[in-house]
Each structure stands twice: as C-alpha cells, then as structure tokens.
C-alpha cells in the first residue's frame, strides 16, 4: 500500500526517473513487507525555484541531484524496519541510477490499514461486516 | 478541513479533471461530515516516467487512467464512514467523468483538528484561549 | 526535518516563489524549534483546472493567489506552538512577497521522529542500537 512521492530538479532522462521508481519499489519489498506488485509511485519534478534545500543540515553535504522521497504506509512496521528500509533505498539508487547517499531524503507517513482503497471504492485492508 | 491531492497521467481536458474534483467534493460533503465550500483540492499531471503503478495488485485491472487520491483529513472519522467515502467517490467518478472503479486509488492522511489553518493565521478548529 | 510543499496557481515569478519558501522557513525556525539549515521545501505550480478552493469557507475572502502549505512535522509540538507557527507563517508572507492573510491556507502532518533520514539511509533522529 505505500504511495510514493519523489521530489527532484527537472532535468533528469526518463531512464533515470524510472530506476528511481524501481529502486525504492525494490527496496519496500525487501525489507518492508510489502508485496510483490503493491506500486503507486509519482515523481514530481520542479524548478529551481520550487526546490529548496540545505546543502549542509546534519553535516551531510548535498547537491542539486538532492532526491526527496515521502511514502505513505501503513502503521504496522517497527523502528528497524524503518531503518532497513532508509538503508536499503539508498543502496539501490546508488548502484542505480548513480545518487549519491548524501542524496537522499526520505519521509515516512503513518496511517491506519483501514485508510486505503486500491479499486471498487473498498478499504481492502479491513474485514467487511456486510 | 480535507486537503485533496490528485495525480494523474497528463493529458486530461479540463472538464474531464475538474469533474474528478466535483466528484471528490461531493462524496465528502455527502458521507464524511465535511461542510459546505471546505474544499481544498490540487491536481498533479506526470509523464509516464513520472506514474508508475500496477496494473494487477490485489486482483485489479488498472489501466492509465488510474487516478491516485491522497486526502488530509481530521482524524475524526469511523471505519464505516471512511469505507462510506470510498464507495461513493468511486460512484461519482464513474457517473462523470467516467472513470472505471478500477482505476481509483485512495489514501487518506489523518491529522489532528489543531493542523489546521484556513486562513489569517488561525487554527480555527480549536478554541482561543488567550 | 519539516518537509514543505507549498502548492499555488501557476504565474508568480521565482522571486516571489522563493520569499515563500523563505518566509515560511523563517516561520519555522523562530516558532517550531526548527535547527537552522533544516530546509527541504518544494513548490508545485498549479493550472487553474488543477487548483480548486472555496473563495468562503469559514467565512474567509480568498483569492485566486491563494498558497496552500502542507508541513510534514515531527509530532513533538503543542497546540501553542502549532498556533505560533501559523501566525508567523501568514506575518512573514504579508511582509514578503506581500500574500494577504486570507490567501495562506496551513495543515500539519505529524510523523515519529523515526521516519526521516537525513541521508545515508540512516534514521538520525533515533539512536542507533548496533
């Protein structure tokens, strides 16, 4: 169920974007509990003056290939898990398509299972009493 | 109070993407407790590069005109109102512009009534004390 | 950490675009116990079939240069601070690019400190236990 927002400067080829996408889509089903095929993700790309950040916060030293990744999941994952999952993105978009880990942002969103609807306009994650 | 944010592939007239906005609205208004002209509601059109989803997960054909709907919400809402909003949004968008209740994805982000502003700087659903 | 998508109608150069970043910036440093250089910010330029609002709701006169502000936060403010945060927000935007105060909309998504990196895939703001 996660639904996936990435952030970055335009400019950036299809093929690039793309193994972004697959990249995290790889990630959450390695090390998050996330099934095969569970993939709602949309890239928003902006303008200089739309994309703000600091080169420096926490001492990590970023650039303009900065990636900023928020996914909404559900509420059912532990603090390791998170963190195998921030680990496991910044592996993959480094071997491919080549972002630097300083790049790398990422944002978990938590919401109950009862708060998703994947087609029919049913909550597909909790039991119907009907 | 809800915050709407729609994506979808670009290439949508304005009817047709104005109608998926009515649609939204009108399912809040008549099954979430939402009043009357609170509606806040952005679209985002991508590429293809930009949209990635699965066209088979949890047993549902989707096709490109899949439309993802984050709501923000207050978090004052039941499991049988959520699933009422769902089934009626998906209702509306099939009755115009026509979209396949296949194609509607849904998530909402819950928040507490005090992340709110409407305006002048004010949260406006929670009581001034000073 | 606060991660900031400030969504408006298309049309308003890049000075204006970024005094909105900057202003809401400002807001967060003097009010939210925001460090200094936590900045990721991102804007999304809206069509006008895109952008959709009540010009009323709680009795609010807006505009069509309305600027709809979404902060994903740590959940480690009170309501006090919620309060401060929006009123600086809309003092700031008045004083530069000079947006009215019936024009800034502001919701809040809290999250656990857990679910931000940084970059190097780490979780920096929960102590590593390895």
Redesign the interface.
């Known amino acids: 169920?996660p639904?996936v927002?990435v952030?970055l400067r335009k400019g950036k080829p299809?093929?690039y974007?793309?193994a972004i996408?697959d990249g995290i889509?790889r990630a959450m089903i390695a090390t998050f509990n996330v099934?095969d095929?569970?993939?709602?993700?949309?890239?928003?790309?902006?303008?200089?003056?739309?994309?703000?950040?600091?080169p420096?916060?926490?001492g990590?030293n970023?650039s303009d290939d900065l990636i900023?990744i928020?996914l909404?999941v559900s509420n059912t994952r532990n603090?390791e898990q998170?963190?195998a999952l921030?680990?496991?993105?910044?592996?993959n978009l480094e071997a491919g398509p080549g972002v630097r880990?300083?790049?790398?942002?990422?944002?978990?969103?938590?919401?109950?299972p009862?708060?998703?609807?994947?087609?029919?306009?049913?909550?597909?994650y909790?039991a119907d009493k009907t």
């Open positions: 169920m639904l927002r952030s299809a093929a974007r793309k996408l889509y099934p095929e569970d993939r709602f993700m949309v890239i928003n790309e902006h303008d200089e003056a739309d994309f703000s950040y600091s420096t916060y926490f990590i970023r900023l928020q909404t603090v998170k963190k921030f680990r496991r993105i910044v592996e880990p300083e790049d790398v942002f990422i944002n978990l969103v938590e919401v109950d009862a708060n998703w609807s994947f087609g029919y306009g049913l909550a597909q909790v």
